[in-house]
């Protein structure tokens, strides 16, 4: 059961993609690294084939992979760190080799397939809740929220109907990434980039006035040339202004009101609402 699915990140129109692996999990006894021969009967009902493809076969290609010294060995606690990821793309079907128990007739006696996390299957488990399979964890809960404690307590890692967990074989295998590009977001990038620049470009050489951009050239040109209009109104308010609109009176006192004002006092009621919504 060995499926590979691209996953992709985008950032602008530069976006990368990684490789997403399904897997299953084998749960064997000891006795799985000590024969030539081994016997495989599943406990959870998994035995059934698919095409010419049976969870036997994937087990005895596996015993043949550990005899050829292809699967590397991790202890418990490496083996959790390995596999309790939101995306495995490093390594793909595992067998967890626990002690021997004589009531058990079979090398490999149950397995858990770990589907690929993907949209249609989101309300399912975690890919790696397989590690919690001994805690009874009720269907309201999730596995990531005992990882924790399974990796301080991985010496006494119990799996499948309480066999004590040894150490792990992993099959590692070659993670694919590549960084790509959007050629259509490219293209959208480079159009708005080239149409900013000849705006850039008529500012700077078709522009000849001294346009108000920032705060700070409002008061650089208020300092070099007064406002001959407003001279003498440094009190002057909202309502002075609507009451004169014709001529402002420049030479009339004004009286300093100690009265606070509200931000939205310098705007009309109808566009602070308008802004507001």
Request: charged share 20%; aromatic share 12%.
């Amino acid at each position: 059961m060995q499926t590979t699915l691209t996953v992709s990140s985008f950032n602008a129109f530069l976006f990368q993609t990684s490789s997403a692996n399904a897997y299953t999990a084998f749960i064997a006894q000891e006795t799985f690294t000590t024969k030539s021969n081994i016997t495989v009967q599943l406990e959870n009902d998994l035995n059934y084939g698919k095409g010419n493809h049976t969870f036997g076969t994937s087990a005895q290609w596996l015993h043949g992979q550990y005899m050829n010294g292809k699967l590397e060995t991790l202890t418990n606690k490496e083996c959790i760190d390995a596999y309790a990821v939101p995306i495995l793309s490093e390594r793909r079907n595992v067998i967890v080799i626990t002690e021997n128990d004589p009531q058990r007739s079979a090398d490999v006696f149950d397995a858990h397939i770990a589907q690929i996390p993907t949209e249609y299957n989101r309300q399912d488990p975690e890919q790696f809740s397989w590690l919690c399979t001994k805690l009874n964890i009720p269907s309201n809960d999730q596995c990531i929220f005992h990882v924790e404690h399974l990796r301080r307590d991985s010496s006494t890692w119990t799996i499948a109907g309480g066999a004590k967990v040894k150490y792990c074989l992993s099959q590692k295998v070659k993670e694919h990434c590549k960084l790509q590009f959007s050629l259509a977001l490219m293209l959208v990038v480079l159009c708005t980039c080239f149409f900013k620049g000849l705006i850039m470009f008529a500012v700077a050489f078709f522009v000849y006035e001294t346009p108000l951009m920032t705060t700070g050239d409002a008061i650089e040109s208020f300092m070099r040339r007064p406002d001959p209009y407003t001279k003498n109104m440094c009190l002057a308010s909202k309502r002075f202004i609507q009451n004169h609109p014709g001529h402002w009176r420049t030479s009339a006192p004004a009286y300093y009101n100690t009265k606070p004002k509200r931000w939205h006092s310098a705007i009309k009621t109808r566009v602070f609402s308008c802004l507001l919504l």
